[in-house]
């Protein structure tokens, strides 16, 4: 047993995502208050590892892991961490670490710790807030054993941190890729033809309040009237009521606009990381508790139809 | 096709959760369905009408209220229902995954959904750790699945509209995101008559594991930053936001 915090780093056409940084720069911390090493694991081939500014970096390189594979990728993380037995694994809470990070943690039977936006070290044990119930409550716990997976919201810290010029040390797959269930076919790029609420100055965004899909009228016509456009949070597109084109958030996409006025949007941690830059944020919502008045910047408990319909009065 | 799926009954966050020492006071909380689960059941009544087959839908039964969540999935188009009597509202992803992959492994799946994540996920999501328990590979964040065959293909969501195309050979989890359609509605009428006939399987919980942490603490977050809050009728609040966007040159 080591102690050693492994990083398992994730990448795009070539490109590290922020939350890889993130968790190398928080690995260093907790790594040095252990005694052991920051080590970035890099599983896939056609990327350039030596970006991070851990003690060491691993990069498995192997034909098979030229794109996410889940079955792939978790069968090389589970042989590399059953051989170097690293005190702590660190996963994102993305749409690949959420693959990995709770089937690690039933495979070899070892605490894991969702939604974790904070850890720390308390008298040589680890401690780990977890960002639970939609954001309503946090939780803090700490993993029995002499192991433990987490899996860590993005944008909990800071990126810097974590960006060197380690250089990797590239390895062979441990195990044998073939015979996989799981075949990657092809990439699915985002879907053009609608606007690009990435490029929008100003934002209406609906969330599951809004109650069915007659009422998304009512937030385009104010949108029209504050020359905006309308998004949404995850639920409005899951039901079908406004293309994924529209989605903020997690598995959305990232805003930055002037003016985000969110209509019936309670301010889950997935939603928050899509919005929370936003230059003015006003909130109408009528749960007074909802999590999303610690974020905006205005807000008003209120009825969202009764507010939007008096606003397209005034405008 | 036989096809599972596998729900969770979870505190609703509709309201505030009342704490009781270092945990939440399941005693005092309303359980609903994990939404998640709403667009995995829809994705199993989809594939079930393209290629045929049966669909179960198995929970554990957190507070001994679960007969209307599988009269529901069963109004939906669900042809079986199983509930395992856990009746521990404190059971964990990975005591409920571990119950559930005991009972899932006597009904030769084909396919197994789940919801690809529960907001009580404190130590993750039963989708991955059912098929770890059970030997299957995994898949999460899905928004598409298509089965031909032994052969399941699906869609993957990553974040921005990217996402993959994978191709599965059966059996497998897979973890739901959004159904391939919007989940459909079932009338309460149906709901009610289901409720009158169908009959839910019982079964103990089997095999024994646990998360693994040890509770410091569960609480609201502590603000370090709060909205200014804006009071008054909904007109005086649209008249002020009127006022606050003319002010900024937004409107």
């Keep these: 047993m080591s102690n050693d915090i492994f990083v398992i780093t994730e990448h795009m056409d070539g490109k590290f995502s922020d939350v890889s940084f993130e968790m190398v720069g928080k690995a260093k911390e907790l790594a040095s208050a252990f005694g052991g090493q920051a080590v970035a694991v890099v599983v896939g081939g056609g990327v350039s590892a030596n970006v991070f500014a851990s003690d060491s970096t691993i990069h498995v390189d192997d034909e098979n892991l030229a794109q996410f594979n889940p079955e792939a990728y978790g069968k090389v993380i589970e042989a590399l961490v059953k051989e170097k037995s690293p005190r702590l694994v660190m996963f994102g809470w993305t749409a690949t670490g959420m693959d990995l990070a709770a089937w690690l943690s039933a495979r070899l039977d070892k605490p894991c710790v969702a939604y974790a936006r904070d850890l720390c070290i308390e008298n040589n044990a680890l401690i780990v807030n977890s960002q639970v119930y939609g954001g309503k409550m946090i939780a803090e716990v700490a993993p029995e054993g002499d192991m433990a997976v987490v899996a860590v919201l993005a944008g909990s810290f800071p990126a810097e941190a974590g960006q060197g010029s380690t250089a990797a040390t590239t390895i062979a797959s441990p195990v044998a890729l073939d015979g996989l269930k799981v075949k990657f076919v092809e990439a699915i790029k985002p879907a053009g033809g609608d606007v690009d609420i990435t490029a929008q100055t100003k934002l209406v965004s609906i969330g599951r309040g809004i109650g069915s899909k007659d009422n998304v009228e009512l937030a385009e016509e104010l949108a029209q009237k504050l020359g905006a456009t309308v998004s949404s949070s995850r639920p409005v597109v899951d039901a079908g009521w406004l293309p994924r084109t529209r989605q903020v958030g997690k598995s959305g996409l990232k805003v930055k606009p002037k003016l985000y006025l969110m209509l019936g949007i309670s301010g889950a941690p997935e939603h928050l990381e899509g919005m929370k830059d936003a230059e003015l944020i006003i909130a109408i919502n009528t749960d007074k508790k909802a999590s999303i008045f610690n974020v905006a910047h205005y807000g008003a408990t209120a009825d969202l139809f009764e507010v939007a319909e008096a606003m397209l009065e005034l405008l | ?251």
């Design chain 2, 1 to 251: 096709m036989n096809i599972v799926v596998a729900i969770k009954h979870i505190p609703s966050i509709a309201d505030d959760l009342p704490v009781k020492g270092n945990n939440v006071d399941f005693d005092s909380v309303d359980f609903v369905l994990n939404e998640f689960d709403e667009q995995s059941i829809e994705q199993a009544v989809l594939v079930k009408e393209a290629v045929g087959g049966t669909v179960t839908v198995i929970g554990v039964d957190m507070i001994g209220e679960l007969d209307g969540v599988l009269h529901l999935a069963l109004a939906k188009g669900a042809d079986k229902a199983v509930k395992i009597t856990g009746d521990d509202p404190a059971a964990d992803s990975h005591m409920q995954a571990k119950w559930l992959s005991e009972a899932i492994k006597v009904m030769s799946a084909d396919i197994i959904f789940a919801g690809v994540q529960a907001s009580n996920d404190l130590d993750g999501q039963i989708g991955p750790m059912i098929a770890a328990y059970l030997d299957l590979p995994y898949i999460g964040g899905v928004s598409f699945v298509e089965v031909v065959g032994n052969t399941a293909t699906v869609n993957k969501e990553f974040a921005g509209g990217f996402g993959a195309k994978y191709s599965i050979s059966l059996p497998m989890v897979v973890g739901v995101q959004a159904a391939s359609k919007p989940p459909r509605y079932a009338p309460i009428s149906k709901v009610r008559q289901v409720a009158q006939t169908a009959t839910i399987e019982k079964v103990a919980p089997s095999g024994d594991t646990s998360a693994g942490l040890s509770f410091k603490k569960m609480a609201p977050p502590v603000v370090t930053g709060h909205a200014e809050m804006i009071g008054g009728s909904s007109k005086e609040v649209a008249t002020k936001i009127v006022e606050l966007l003319k002010s900024k040159g937004l409107a």
